[in-house]
């Protein structure tokens, strides 16, 4: 994936260990910093799917912040790295 256009971004994640009601995600974000300082906490996730590249996976998120914005991320599990692909118009979402 390419750095420049999907900068690499600080996440942190819960990591569910067993099943739990709580944690419906295997990889939980719980709040992101962006590279230039913006910091953010996730309210809700509202889509979630993984993708085959290569060995790994590409985890994608599209999460809600706690000031009412969308934003998708993914995690390459090869890497372990998190990028920020963009930020997502709430009209984008038809069960709003």
């Given amino acids: 994936m390419n750095p420049e256009k999907f900068p690499a971004i600080n996440v942190l994640t819960v990591m569910r260990g067993f099943q739990n009601r709580r944690l419906p995600h295997q990889i939980t974000p719980y709040r992101f910093e962006t590279q230039d300082g913006r910091r953010f906490k996730v309210k809700t996730i509202r889509q979630t799917h993984k993708e085959r590249v290569g060995h790994g996976f590409h985890i994608h998120y599209v ?3 706690e000031e009412l914005r969308f934003f998708h991320l993914v995690m390459e599990t090869e890497t372990f790295v998190w990028r920020i692909i ?8 038809f069960n709003s």
Avoid: A
Wanted: hydrophobic share 35%; glycine share 0%; charged share 35%.
């Fill in 63 to 65: 999460i809600q912040t």
């Fill in 86 to 93: 963009q930020e997502v118009d709430d009209e984008l979402f």
